[in-house]
């Protein structure tokens, strides 16, 4: 795999729409996220030709949003691609790339949520990507960048040294949603204590490389489009993670889910599974069975002893959230409850 060259100060980051075209429909907080950026990281965010357009021009015409993507990942002068938002139709946007011209450029390129679209295309080209937060969903924190993002943001994709260890967020949490139209962006969310990571099957030490994703954007990828690995030799050496946004976040699909992976031999090859906390409008009760089903596929029907699986992770639809590097190696240490990403994700 392919590693991009680290961000500096002074680094110009590009904005691009690949999913929900919304940057027009709330500047205020797009110009909240690039102000962070600058603070925290004097990170200089340029929109690209087209990233301000409305929702629906950007929605009837795709290949806008691919013209974009290639004006940053091609500019000499742009350092980095980072979303915009998530969405949930980023997946039209497939036919409309060119893969050669892709595999030509690589740069450090962020997002989450349905932006997995694009980093699955990206690691099918062997080029490493991050999942962590989008301009508008991650950067654009009512009340100011989380330290706690901003940490994790920084270790990744700006040191060029290994991240180290992961460690749980001990703050509290956001709980409910911020009002976009006419934010008060200095008004801090609602907030509820972070439950902690739960290390709910393992022992020893494993290793293996990140690999994964949003599921609910994950689950038509494997059925349609070929990004989604089928080469059982692939998920040899790789640990698994995966989130939900919240739209089909319950056990039963859980349960689909697991046992799909479970039939394509994925679970079984893997070196650890890693869960992301529940977006907060995900009820309390539904949240709770989601843990339990896992262990019902993995131990009761696949006798997958051997497989580790931390839950409640602060990555994905959560706030704050940590940026998590494709492809880097990471160990799993469940004696010591402990996660450390041991490779450099970027170059110097």
């Known amino acids: ?46 929109p690209m030709t087209h990233t301000m357009l409305s929702p629906e021009e950007l929605y009837e015409r795709p290949e806008l949003r691919v013209s974009d ?33 892709l595999s030509r450029s690589h740069k450090v390129f962020v997002g989450m949520s349905d932006t997995t679209v694009t980093h699955l295309l ?34 990744a994709v700006m040191s060029g040294q290994p991240m180290g260890e992961l460690k749980p967020y001990t703050g509290d949490c956001v709980a409910g949603a911020s009002q976009w139209s006419q934010p008060n962006l200095m008004q801090l969310p609602p907030l509820r204590p972070t439950p902690p990571w739960r290390w709910i099957h393992g022992k020893g030490r494993h290793q293996g490389r990140l690999f994964g994703g949003c599921i609910e954007v994950i689950c038509p990828i494997a059925a349609n489009t ?20 919240h739209e089909l976040a ?61 839950v409640d992770m602060d990555f994905g639809h959560v706030l704050p959230m940590l940026t998590l590097p494709y492809g880097c190696l990471t160990e799993i240490d469940c004696d010591q409850q402990k996660i450390v990403v041991l490779e450099a994700a970027t170059l110097d």
């Open 226 to 245: 070929g990004l989604w690995p089928l080469e059982p030799h692939f998920w040899d050496d790789k640990i698994i993670f995966l989130e939900y946004s």
């Open 69 to 101: 993507f290639y004006e940053a990942w091609e500019r000499p002068d742009i350092d980095g691609v980072i979303s915009v938002i998530g969405g949930e139709d980023s997946i039209r946007l497939l036919k409309h790339f060119d893969q050669s011209r």
């Open 250 to 310: 319950n056990a039963e699909y859980t349960r689909w889910y697991l046992r799909s992976l479970a039939a394509q031999g994925v679970l079984a090859r893997s070196k650890g599974l890693l869960m992301g906390r529940m977006h907060h409008s995900v009820p309390a009760d539904e949240a709770a069975k989601i843990p339990e089903t896992l262990l019902q596929v993995i131990l009761h029907e696949e006798r997958l002893d051997h497989l580790p699986v931390v």
């Open 122 to 155: 990206l690691q099918r080209l062997g080029l490493n990507t991050f999942y962590g937060p989008a301009v508008l969903y991650g950067f654009a924190d009512f009340g100011g960048l989380n330290p706690f993002t901003a940490d994790a943001f920084r270790r």
């Open 1 to 46: 795999m392919k590693k991009p060259k680290r961000l500096r100060p002074g680094s110009k980051v590009a904005a691009v729409c690949l999913s929900s075209g919304i940057a027009s429909t709330f500047p205020e907080l797009y110009d909240w996220g690039r102000i962070q950026l600058a603070e925290k990281f004097e990170l200089d965010l340029v």
